[in-house]
Structure formats: C-alpha cells, structure tokens
C-alpha cells in the first residue's frame, strides 16, 4: 500500500524542498510534537494493487499519478482495527481504527515540508504563563467582589481557552489548557473565595472590636449578632448613674498644645476607666472632659448601687496616681451618684447617633458631682444610692435642694470601705456625726462648737469649713435657718 503526503498545498513542491522537508524529518530534533490533519485516512492512501493494475474507479481522478508527490510505503488498512502497525492518537476512531505507522509519517513529513509542525512554550515560558495566569485569576478573586470576581474569572478562563483554541488552529501554537483550566482555575477559584471569606471575618472582628470601643458590651453583641436596629437596643431601666468632671480643664487646655491635650486627657479617660470597668459599669458616657456612666438591672439588686460606690473609691486611688505622672494636675476626683430610672440607647438625628444615657437621675448625679466644689468632698451619693448598704464607711451632710429642683435630697459622702478605712476616716466620721446631730437640732453653738474641734483636727475636711460657716451665720442672723436640714442651693 502506498501512502502519498499532498497535505497543505505539497503538490508541485520544488525537489529542493521536498529534499529539505524529508533531510529534516531524519535529521531534525529527536522529538516533535505531530500537527495531525485528520482520522485515520485524512492523508490520501492508495492500495498498493490500484498501483499494479494502474487504475481504481473507487479511487479520485489523479490519485494514481505520482509526479510531484512523496509516496510513503507501508502497511494502511483502514478496515482491520486488529493490524499491528497502528497506533493510538487523539483521532483514533470509535471503532478503534488507528493511525498507521505510514500515516504517521506522511504526516510528520508533510509538517515538515509546510512547516506547520507543533510549537509549544518551553519550560521557562510555561512557568511565567501558569504564574501569570494564577496571579491574575488570584487577584480578581480575592481582591475583587465575589459577585463581580467570579464572573470576571469564568470570562477570563473561557477567552484564554479560545485564545488557546485559536493559536492551535491559526499558528500551530499548542498552550497549556488542562493546568490552567482544570487545575489552576478551580484552585484559584477556591482559594480566592476562602480568602475573601477569611477577609471578610476579619474586617468583621474589626468592626466589632471598633464598636466594643463606643458601646456597651451588652449592646455591641446585640449590634453584632443581628441587623442593625438601633430601636432594638433602647430601653428605660433601673440605673446608678456616676457622674464626673475634671475641675480646671479650661486652664489645663490653655497651657497644652491640641495634641498633648489629647494626650493628657486620653490617659485621664484610660486612669478612671478601668476601675470602671473593673465593676461591671453597663453604660460609660464620655462628654468633653466629663463621664457620666449607669450601672442598669433590678431595683432589688445591692450590687447595681454598691458596684458603682467600690468604682468610685478605686476610681480616687487612680487619680492620685494620675497626679504622680501629671505634675500640672492638682485637681480632686469629684464624683455624684444618683440611682433612679433613665433612658439609655441611641440619641441623635440625621443617620447618626450616640449611646446616651437620659433622665432626671444622670442630671442630678451631674448635679451631685458640681456639689463637691461648693462642700469640698470626693465621693458624694444620694440616699436611695447608699441606703441598705453595709460596709461603708460614710456620712450624712443633710439635704440639698439644687437649682431647678423642687425638693430637697438627701446627700451621703463616701470615704472609704470598713475593710481599708483608716483611723482617721472612722473618727472623722464619727467626729462629725456628733456635730451634725447638733446641727439637725439648730442647736447652732453646740455644733459650732463641736465644728471648730473638728476644724483644729481635720483643717482641710471640706464639710466641716462648710457647715461651720452656716452655723456661725445663723448665730449672727437667726432669721435665716428656716429649715437647718435643707441646703439650698443657687449655683449648679
């Protein structure tokens, strides 16, 4: 049988090429890769007997004439899927016919002779071409929306596999597809989308750590877990608020640059969170350079009134160590409490807000703590803060009718806990009981007197300098101690 390679316009070749062609098939490189054109019998095979007897009616005109032609000998029976000299290809048949050895090299002459043999990358060009390609399919799918990144990256695999398609067909040009398409699409695909998710969770954890900065705890995960209804978090209830404010911040802020203000009252903020935090507060407030704070649960509940007293009493500790590093801050802890129902959740209009605490109760604890300028104390509370409550060391300074009010309060200084109270603290308490008692009795030289041994022994206590002086100016103007229990007040 002989097999005649006229593929690709090989007819009519000059003998010079045709030599060239058949010198490169033995003495090219010791591996090509075969530009088949076709199944089994694409290249034109005449059986050897049409060749004997000179003609085929089964065969097309010319097929018998030679001239021109390369003819390849060899065994090519396209009916016998059993012959040895067969082997498998891409093209091999449903039948199982395949390529014959002599087809085979018709085929890798007729490469030879049009120059139309396989390219393929070499190693390095390969490499650069799947890292480029996972790079790209990477970046789209991590950097990139899913919903935008995805379909991107199905655009991109189905134009590289045409582009592939068409340099296959129009130059030879054989690409990767199955590593790129089968292997790295999938991959990228996959770890685009874990990576977008793990981004995501972190940006998450983020924005929840950023909130737990400006709300409460309670609030923060209820924000977190749930769509965002600010309505969902606003309630009235039961609370102690503490207020406080650093006296002399106007003077503080005149002699420090913005920056170092910052600074200063950061460390300030940061010095009377923690013993905040340290007791469970619910609700902390900053307002310019003042903290309004609520400790929210049940009326019946001792530890929604102790816990914000033991915050207190810390919270002084603290601020004595503020002194130490800031020279420059001379300044008391002043503290008010008051406990009563408030509002507490989102305040503000427009799209934003603030978490706030509302009601009368936060306005007279920030009374309360004003109150400590005029008295000269720390840690001042109501009666309904400190009543029931045991293991205080604390006393009574009478009721205080503020501007505004139109009743009276009763007011209670806290000095320490009977646990750490000094000697001191406990006489001083006791000490000035006995001068109160006088006091409540409008016996006003009987306290005076008792005031004044106080004064010789306690020189700086505020109180004592308060009430001796309103003892000593009802002694001067009786008419003037209406009702020696209330204090009226006329300046917040």
């Not at 790129?180 to 750590?209: C, D, T, W």
């Not at 709300?215 to 207020?243: G, I, K, M, W, Y």
């Not at 007791?279 to 900053?286: A, K, L, M, R």
Request: charged share 20%; aromatic share 10%.
């Amino acid at each position: 049988i002989t097999t005649a390679a006229s593929q690709d316009g090989a007819d009519g070749q000059s003998p010079a090429r045709l030599i060239r062609a058949l010198a490169g098939l033995y003495g090219g490189p010791n591996n090509r890769y075969l530009n088949f054109y076709g199944p089994p019998g694409t290249i034109m095979t005449v059986p050897y007997q049409s060749v004997i007897r000179g003609e085929d009616p089964n065969l097309p005109s010319g097929a018998l004439d030679f001239t021109g032609k390369v003819a390849f000998v060899g065994f090519s029976d396209l009916f016998d899927p059993g012959q040895p000299d067969r082997f498998y290809t891409v093209f091999t048949r449903d039948d199982g016919v395949d390529l014959s050895g002599v087809e085979i090299a018709a085929t890798a002459f007729g490469n030879m002779l049009t120059d139309r043999s396989l390219k393929t990358l070499d190693g390095w060009s390969a490499l650069g071409g799947f890292l480029v390609f996972g790079v790209i399919m990477g970046a789209l799918l991590y950097l990139l929306p899913a919903i935008a990144g995805v379909p991107l990256a199905i655009v991109l695999a189905a134009l590289y596999a045409v582009s592939a398609q068409t340099g296959f067909n129009e130059a030879d040009l054989w690409l990767p597809v199955a590593t790129p398409l089968l292997v790295q699409f999938p991959l990228a695909l996959f770890m685009g989308l874990i990576g977008q998710y793990l981004l995501e969770r972190h940006k998450v954890r983020h924005i929840s750590e950023a909130i737990s900065y400006y709300l409460p705890e309670s609030v923060h995960q209820q924000l977190t877990a749930q769509t965002l209804d600010p309505e969902s978090v606003n309630r009235v209830v039961f609370s102690t608020c503490l207020a406080t404010d650093m006296s002399g911040f106007s003077t503080i802020a005149e002699q420090m640059k913005p920056g170092e203000l910052a600074e200063f009252l950061n460390d300030y903020f940061d010095s009377l969170a923690q013993p905040l935090r340290n007791h469970g507060v619910d609700v902390t407030e900053f307002r310019a350079d003042a903290i309004m704070c609520a400790w929210t649960g049940d009326p019946d509940n001792p530890a929604v009134r102790r816990n914000p007293i033991l915050a207190s009493l810390e919270a002084a500790e603290a601020i004595a160590r503020f002194r130490d590093r800031h020279q420059m801050f001379e300044s008391k802890l002043r503290i008010g409490m008051e406990a009563g129902e408030v509002y507490v959740g989102h305040a503000g209009g427009g799209g934003h807000f603030v978490y706030s605490i509302v009601g009368d109760s936060a306005n007279t604890a920030s009374r309360i703590e004003g109150l400590n300028k005029h008295i000269g104390t720390q840690i001042l509370a109501t009666e309904a803060v400190v009543e029931g409550l045991n293991g205080l060391v604390m006393r009574h300074l009478g009721a205080f009718q503020f501007v505004g009010k139109t009743e009276a309060i009763p007011i209670y200084e806290v000095l320490a806990q009977e646990s750490t109270a000094r000697d001191w603290q406990l006489r001083l308490r006791d000490t000035f009981a006995e001068a109160m008692a006088a006091y409540f009795a409008a016996d006003w030289q009987l306290a005076s007197d008792r005031l004044g041994e106080m004064r010789r022994e306690f020189p700086e206590d505020g109180p004592t300098k308060f009430f001796l002086a309103r003892c000593q100016e009802f002694l001067s103007e009786p008419g003037k101690a209406e009702d020696p229990g209330v204090v009226r007040m006329y300046a917040k």
